[in-house]
């Protein structure tokens, strides 16, 4: 069968070095010793593409290069690789040299000792190639191979077996489209605020204030408001009908939080992000509808990923953050403007877990949380 053509960019220096390195009998000059199947000097004297185009000729089959014409090839070479390929002829009587292709590092070869370089026979050659290579796990580090050292004599450091997860702060919830009305509009405003960003109005503008504006929980809309994360927050919340104000108050103040993070997840927003809300493994693993966001415990969240269910009135009728004062003393005018924030007290009250808690009747929509909640005594 015919050899593949070589691509004209890619020199024959660069491959027998390249196969010097993966044979173990030559070590490339300048080249440490590694247990991949390939030398990294092709990484730092080959430019990306002729790196590809080496790749191409090497991945798809095993092919070889006659003697004859090697050695053809090799006169065209400086005297030095000239003569260490005639070294290499002497000791190994192949009748041809065989490249294997370039391994991934899940199969990275690991070279075996022997007894001896020479190969007195073509039998002894076929088992010398064919025992080149056997699997072996990449290093983990390199701090103890030294580039002097043989490379059938090394130590294999087993690669240390790591959970691989995603970033919090990037780990987006898992939303899918459904008809339900708050899901609709919460997906629908995570579109609007992405494209008012894009377009360039000031990310201030669509965040609101740094802490979070209530007015439109004791107002409707007007002409003029923004189409901020705040006046939504509170508009979806406004709807509910059966809840405690206060806590209609501080869903509010935490939602905004969120949506602001899904908006534009940074490690930033998410750190403002509270408790309670922090989305959890399912939300991020499982498909679920975008109004599961706005249930503010992470047990019945999880609990409506597996098995999605109409909660919004059991939770609006059940709900209490616990706020023993008056609902005046939940806000305060912020700064010198027109509008309501809540009030630090409010504030600390709010994103303390232990101050959330739910009827027994919720139970009867969420059966398989019971117990897992705290309930109001």
């Known amino acids: 069968m015919e050899n593949p053509p070589l691509?004209?960019?890619v020199g024959l220096e660069?491959?027998?070095?390249?196969?010097?390195?993966?044979?173990?009998h030559i070590k490339p000059e300048g080249s440490p010793d590694l247990d991949f199947g390939?030398?990294?000097?092709?990484?730092?004297?080959?430019?990306?593409?002729?790196?590809?185009?080496?790749?191409?000729n090497l991945r798809p089959a095993i092919f070889t290069i006659p003697l004859d014409k090697t050695d053809s090839l090799l006169r065209a070479n400086d005297s030095k690789d000239s003569a260490n390929f005639q070294s290499q002829k002497r000791k190994r009587s192949l009748s041809s040299i065989t490249i294997p292709p370039r391994l991934a590092p899940s199969a990275a070869p690991q070279y075996k000792p022997s007894s001896s370089n020479h190969v007195s026979s073509s039998e002894d050659a076929a088992t010398s190639r064919s025992s080149s290579f056997t699997s072996a796990p990449v290093h983990s580090t390199y701090a103890q191979c030294s580039p002097d050292m043989d490379p059938g004599s090394r130590p294999v450091f087993p690669l240390a077996p790591s959970p691989l997860r995603l970033a919090p702060h990037v780990s987006l919830p898992l939303i899918e489209l459904d008809n339900d009305p708050m899901?609709?509009?919460i997906v629908s405003y995570l579109d609007l605020a992405r494209s008012m960003i894009s377009q360039g109005t000031p990310i201030l503008e669509v965040f609101g204030p740094e802490r979070p504006i209530v007015d439109l929980l004791f107002r409707s809309r007007k002409e003029n408001d923004a189409h901020s994360v705040c006046h939504f927050a509170c508009e979806l919340i406004s709807g509910l009908e059966g809840m405690d104000f206060a806590a209609k108050l501080g869903l509010a103040f935490m939602f905004v939080h969120l949506i602001r993070w899904i908006i534009l997840c940074s490690t930033a927003n998410y750190a403002r992000i509270p408790e309670l809300y922090r989305p959890t493994a399912a939300q991020t693993t499982i498909p679920h509808s975008a109004a599961v966001e706005f249930c503010p415990f992470r047990q019945l969240r999880?609990?409506?990923?597996?098995?999605?269910?109409?909660f919004l009135p059991a939770l609006a009728s059940n709900i209490s953050c616990n706020w023993p004062y008056r609902v005046d003393t939940c806000?305060?005018?912020?700064?010198?403007?027109?509008?309501?924030?809540l009030t630090d007290s409010f504030c600390r009250h709010i994103q303390d877990p232990e101050n959330w808690t739910v009827r027994d009747d919720i139970f009867d929509t969420f059966p398989e949380c019971k117990?897992?909640?705290k309930t109001t005594l």
């Open 7 to 9: 691509k004209p960019d």
């Open 14 to 24: 660069h491959i027998l070095q390249w196969l010097r390195g993966v044979s173990g």
């Open 302 to 310: 999880d609990a409506l990923c597996r098995q999605h269910r109409e």
């Open 38 to 56: 390939y030398s990294p000097i092709l990484g730092t004297q080959l430019g990306e593409k002729s790196l590809a185009l080496l790749s191409s």
């Open 371 to 373: 117990g897992l909640i």
């Open 183 to 185: 899901a609709c509009a």
């Open 331 to 341: 806000v305060q005018p912020h700064d010198d403007s027109p509008h309501l924030v």
